[in-house]
């Protein structure tokens, strides 16, 4: 009898705290479109925290764009606007070559080579984010990325002239060493893009293509497997300073599911988004030889200039890399 009245009067205190502390509210802008396997994972994320926490902490995610647009997500973390985010990590290439560790052609090609290096490159990235007022919480990779086009494209010389979408530095430099024309076009707005001709082709995963229907204005996917890019997940410094231990927790064990579930469902959706975009009328397939073999020569220029600009630090993650 005691023993219950001791456990409901316990039970009472804890649920009067948890009510007198006002819950916390996390918007988390995210870049990609609401059905994405990224945005899905990230609204799991979301629920998860503010389950764990008992509603200390109610993660909202926004995705689309609609709180802050991809290319604005983390100076909005960064400088407080926003507590949480998601954003591809080698968006952020222009600032530090670093972060195009993932999108060097033909470096990690497999989901498993694009897990080894995330484990050779994850330290040094948690290092140069902490420098810059962020948490890295996790990492999920896009699947494979191949090229879109609106004809058929055997070899470089078919590329010549055409207005080609990028999404970072290296997909602009793709875009000039093949003779095409690079504009930067964030995910979100693709489909329209493409339907006004301001953009002809792009390097992408099926996903992609898919969440965006690029076959209303596109015709041939080729599975070139070049790399394989990630999107984090990153939560501003002071806010991470000020919340309890035990909420800490609860966001890094949300995270940890959050990367292992997000990775799966990069596996899983790769097969699905090709059968769709075939389903949409595209004609997918892997690449001609003779087109492989230029890229990787393209490659290889892309892999020593990306080494010259990372300097040491890019060294060291190949070198990790290459030894795992
Ligand atoms: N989709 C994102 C990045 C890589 C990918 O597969 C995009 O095209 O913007």
């Excluded at 222009?94 to 897990?115: I, Q």
């Excluded at 990630?230 to 599911?257: L, P, Q």
């Excluded at 990069?266 to 988004?273: D, I, L, P, Q, V």
Aim: proline share 3%; aromatic share 10%.
């Amino acid at each position: 009898m005691k023993k219950i009245a001791l456990a409901v009067a316990l039970a009472t205190v804890s649920f009067s705290a948890s009510n007198v502390q006002a819950a916390e509210k996390w918007d988390m802008p995210m870049a990609y479109s609401g059905s994405n396997f990224h945005s899905a994972v990230g609204a799991e994320f979301a629920k998860c925290i503010t389950t764990g926490t008992g509603g200390d902490i109610e993660v909202t995610t926004h995705p689309s764009g609609s709180l802050f647009k991809g290319a604005d997500i983390k100076r909005a973390v960064q400088t407080g606007q926003a507590p949480i985010g998601e954003r591809l990590l080698s968006g952020h290439q222009n600032e530090n070559a670093l972060f195009g560790f993932d999108s060097v052609p033909f470096m990690a090609t497999s989901f498993d080579d694009a897990a080894k290096l995330w484990e050779a490159a994850k330290e040094p990235m948690t290092k140069l984010l902490d420098e810059q007022n962020l948490v890295l919480l996790y990492s999920v990779p896009w699947p494979p990325q191949g090229l879109y086009f609106k004809k058929e494209v055997n070899s470089v010389a078919d590329m010549k002239g055409i207005k080609f979408r990028s999404y970072n530095n290296a997909t602009a430099r793709l875009a000039e060493l093949t003779g095409m024309l690079p504009v930067s076009v964030e995910a979100a707005e693709i489909s329209q893009a493409f339907a006004t001709g301001v953009a002809e082709a792009m390097v992408s995963s099926g996903s992609t293509g898919y969440d965006r229907k690029v076959w209303e204005s596109l015709t041939h996917f080729y599975e070139v497997d070049a790399w394989l890019p990630r999107n984090y997940v990153f939560v501003n410094k002071d806010t991470w300073g000020k919340t309890s231990d035990g909420n800490k927790n609860v966001v890094k064990g949300c995270a940890e599911i959050a990367e292992y579930a997000g990775t799966w469902r990069a596996k899983e959706y790769t097969g699905f988004t090709l059968q769709g975009l075939r389903d949409g009328g595209m004609k997918v397939g892997p690449a001609g030889d003779a087109l492989v073999g230029e890229l990787k020569e393209i490659g290889k220029t892309m892999t020593a200039e990306w080494l010259k600009a990372s300097g040491d630090q890019g060294q060291a993650i190949v070198d990790a890399f290459n030894a795992e």
